[in-house]
């Protein structure tokens, strides 16, 4: 399964995670690996620590109590002076990000003090002695508003504070929405917050994503071919499937490590997700600042990977959507495409913490699952990728992971009362600032429009997904440049009022 995905994750990959899952929420922006640049003192900036968290905030007949690590960075302290503090999401938190980013860099103009803490269930936080499904059930975003809130009063009092001193949340992503709830159910604890890229508006059949991948590949230098030659190698694979010397020919162009069943549907559902997913990671984080990872494939962008669907060279339209599934392949020295569904539900569902699918990829999944939906599927018809990956197809993979209760039923259940508890698009959260890019499939469940005069959009054309928190570079586009000042801008004032 793991070259699966790492075709899926493409410039994320870190470790598996299912198909309908394709790409984290978070490494939103947040994207890990080596660090960069000589003489930078690594580690002597940074202070690991741990804090005592209750295991269920809302039981006080439970006194199962759990370590939850943090980071610490004072460099920039100046004593009085703002918090920043960075909210981690679905993956381990990586010490870099206290150490590098936008927020870094405004910290070092004005004087704050930089903290960040990883998020229950991701990481090296374990709540619990393992991720059974049973156990996951103190897996929730209110939990984690809730370790928010009792982390920022330890802090508080463990760092003598003054009771003065202004908080500013930060996060992208499902941690961008977890900023500005926090400040929406935290009111008194938290003076303001940055939600970048944050999908605050969950649904469960998230056909929009796909859509506006197909928009903004057709921003690329050969324009609105690359998506008609993306289905047409569609129409290919699909008149291929017809018959078994279609299946061979399919097994060998995209390199798989089994040969393809054409009847079973799950695998192929696997395969046609897999080759979209190609694109997802390439245009979700497309031309992002990437100095805080380490790839292969940290330069491959949507003209990289549209230059080959536009190039008669490589064949014909399968031959160029199979030439990219190899790029992504030999990116990673993978040898093969491991589309096997049974074989990915079986890693899904080990649930010892020393499993690769526990480091995230089971606990987002789960989260999906129970209060996000987000299901990023085919049911589309304005979009290239086929029609391949259904809604029921992921839904299936709630029940087959987490049992049959995991159903439609209880997933629509979930995504209700998360909009009840938030209020999705009309939160009434003030000071809270929600930046987003148009070249992110994910900002069509944002916050794009003004909702108040202290609940403010920054829209940033021709960016991607969290473009806003990374470091700043000379490449960067001039109205990236005026969105950082501009948040820049509105926290200053808040922080002076």
Known sequence: MKALMVTLLVILCSSCIIVCNALPLFWHGMLTGGVHGAGNNYG???KERWITQRLNHFDDSNLQTWQQRYFVNDTFYKPGGPVFLMIWGESEAYSVWIQEGMWIEWARQIGALCLMLEHRYYGMSHPTKDVSTSNLRYLSSEQALA????FRNYMMQNMSMKSEQKWVSFGGSYSGSLSAWFRLKYPHLVDMAVASSAPVRVQMNFTGYLEVMRDSLATSKIGETCNTNIQGAVNQMEKLLQDKAGWKT???????????????ENDVANLFMSLA?????????????????????????????CDIMGNSSYGDNMARYA???????????????DIGYDDMIQEMKETSWTSPESVWGRQWMYQKCTEFGFFHTSDSAEQPFGTRFPLSFCLQQCADIFGKQFNYDMVAQGIEWNLLNYGGDKIKASRVIFPNGSIDPWHVRGILHDLSTDQLAVFI?????????DPPAAS???????ARQTIFFIMETWLKE
């Not at 798989?256 to 079973?264: E, S, V």
């Open 323 to 337: 030439a990219i599934n190899s790029l992504m392949l030999d990116s990673y020295e993978e040898k093969c495409l």
């Open 461 to 469: 054309n021709g960016t991607a997904h969290c473009a806003d928190m």
């Open 476 to 482: 960067d586009p001039p109205q990236l440049v005026e």
């Open 44 to 46: 002597l900036l940074v």
């Open 277 to 305: 997913g190609n694109f997802m990671g390439v245009v979700q984080y497309n031309n992002n600042n990437k100095p805080l990872m380490v790839s292969s494939v940290s330069n491959v962008t949507i003209d990289t990977v």
């Open 250 to 264: 399919i097994t060998k162009a995209f390199r798989l490590c089994k040969p393809l069943q054409g009847n079973i």
């Open 147 to 150: 370790d928010l809130a009792y």
